[in-house]
């Protein structure tokens, strides 16, 4: 951000005389440097520094209580926790890592992956027993070329049946066998007699680098003679505004009147990708505020707000739609970004959210370095830790920040994913998406015929989300 170096100096010089300490090589500091980065960096950016009394500016009065400190933690991550604010209820995303490089790759959506994103459950009228299924398969990658399709149902991993003691132990391996299953309900209503039953396919999988195209899908239907744009879009990466601005171009020549935004496993992303994804659904709103960015006590001054665009940053014109009304389809799994975007649009336009509550994380966050500024310039050459604490919390131009509980579906359009009849992305039939198009044609039987399918027996357990919960969030710079 603009003024950080600056202002991290004059921060220093308003602090008590001991609390800018002197560099590691001075005797007095023994303590490890990387939890010498770890505490500056909370006690400068840090979102809830003022609840966190080890983080107040004259918490020590000498560099020598302040190394004793440092060392009294066996580790950087267990100083990074001590100094989290309400970790299970309000501060739920902050992390460290020991692996920038690797971070970096991530957020420009680069990872080592099979490509089969899942969901797992406990398996019928068992207690220990899990089952996957399958919900989501990126294109070019081993679950695709292999033959995996959404709704696919696993019950065990190179022959091993799947409990919760096994599970990150076989997931995370760089290749594994599936082991394909049926759901058998004995043709009973009853629960009772249900079952998982070998196909008897296997199909292998082996992780490779990838880098993710987070548009997964983009189409146009004519509904009742009208045109509604759909998109499946999973991450707000750096750059894919890009792509985004031309399927909006194609959107627009053909006289788009509809859209349906599909962020069900979106996780998040960068801030300003989200507001170049707003300003093409809108543009009727060019210049007045998106969203808003709210720092802690050092960097009031730094406050900022994220206005509708005309243009990307490559000088192209945005392609806006000037939208009244979208529906956007959501999970649990759409978090950060996609809340965002819902809740900056909701003052301007209407926004039909379809599905279930989102995660809750109205909080944006920004990678820290160990430099003399905390940026990646200047790193120190010693380690290659980084953190991506809490630093902001994102709110609306009226100041309306996402729940912690996360944004409710508009009142009628609830409506839960079922494992057993996922559907499949993209057709006209898939449930999330088919709601949308029954209340754009105005069909209230339809509406109501896929309202009505019973819900799943399944219990959730987990996600493949769980495995990579570095993924996503709010990115800012």
């Known amino acids: 951000m603009k003024n950080f170096k600056a202002i991290i100096l004059v921060l220093c010089i308003g602090f008590s005389t001991l609390s800018c300490f002197e560099d590691n090589d001075d005797n007095l500091v023994s303590a490890s440097e990387i939890s010498d980065f770890v505490w500056k960096g ?31 933690f066996p580790s950087p991550e267990d100083l990074f926790e001590s100094l989290i604010y309400e970790r299970q209820t309000v501060d739920r995303f902050s992390w460290i890592v020991d692996d920038y490089i690797a971070l970096e790759l991530q957020f420009q959506g680069t990872s080592a992956v099979n490509g089969m994103e899942f969901s797992l459950f406990l398996a019928p009228n068992s207690t220990t ?7 989501l398969v990126l294109p070019n990658t081993s679950a695709d070329l292999n033959g995996v399709e959404r709704g696919d149902i696993f019950y065990a991993i190179d022959g091993n049946t799947l409990n919760e003691n096994n599970l990150s132990q076989l997931l995370n391996q760089d290749s594994y066998t599936l082991n394909l299953g049926v759901f058998d309900d004995k043709g009973t209503p009853e629960n009772t007699d249900d079952t998982i039953e070998p196909t008897g396919e296997n199909i292998n999988l082996t992780k490779a680098i990838y880098t993710e195209n987070p548009v997964y899908l983009s189409n146009i239907f004519n509904v009742g003679g009208e045109n509604v744009g759909y998109i499946i879009y999973n991450g707000f990466t750096a750059g894919s505004e890009n792509e985004l601005n031309t399927v909006f171009g194609n959107f627009k020549s053909n006289n788009v009147q509809h859209m349906v935004l599909d962020l069900r496993y979106n ?23 998106f969203t808003k960015i709210i720092y802690n006590e ?11 665009q005309t243009q990307l940053p490559n000088g192209n014109p945005i392609n806006s739609l000037s939208l009244n009304k979208i529906y956007v389809l959501t999970t649990s799994r759409s978090a950060s970004a996609s809340e965002g975007l819902i809740n900056g649009l909701a003052p301007y336009i209407e926004v039909v959210q379809i599905g279930t509550n989102t995660t809750g994380k109205t909080q944006a966050s920004r990678t820290l370095y160990d430099s003399p500024d905390f940026t990646r310039q200047g790193v120190n050459p010693n380690h290659t830790y980084a953190m991506q ?41 898939e449930p999330l998406l088919a709601l949308a198009i029954a209340d754009i044609e105005n069909s209230t039987g339809k509406f109501y015929q896929i309202k009505n399918n ?15 919960p570095h993924k996503g969030g709010l990115i800012i710079d």
Not at 274 to 283: C, D, F, N, R, V
Not at 404 to 413: A, D, I, M, Q
């Open 454 to 468: 019973p819900l799943s027996p399944l219990k959730l357990i987990k996600d493949s989300h769980d495995f990579s």
């Open 42 to 72: 909370m006690n400068v950016f840090y979102l809830y520094k003022s609840q966190i009394t080890d983080l107040e500016d004259d918490r020590f009065n000498s560099n020598e209580e302040y190394a004793n400190y440092l060392n009294s």
């Open 267 to 289: 996780p998040g992303g960068r801030v300003d990708v989200e507001t170049y994804l707003a300003s093409m659904i809108t543009g009727q709103f060019p210049g007045q505020v």
């Open 389 to 429: 604490p809490l630093v902001a919390n994102g709110v609306n131009k009226n100041d309306e920040a996402v729940p912690g509980t996360g944004l409710v579906p508009s009142l009628g359009f609830e409506y839960q994913e079922r494992p057993l009849n996922y559907g499949i992305l993209g057709d006209v039939n």
């Open 129 to 135: 027993q899990l089952i996957g299924v399958v919900r």
């Open 298 to 308: 050092n960097f009031q001054s730094q406050n900022a707000s994220y206005t509708f």
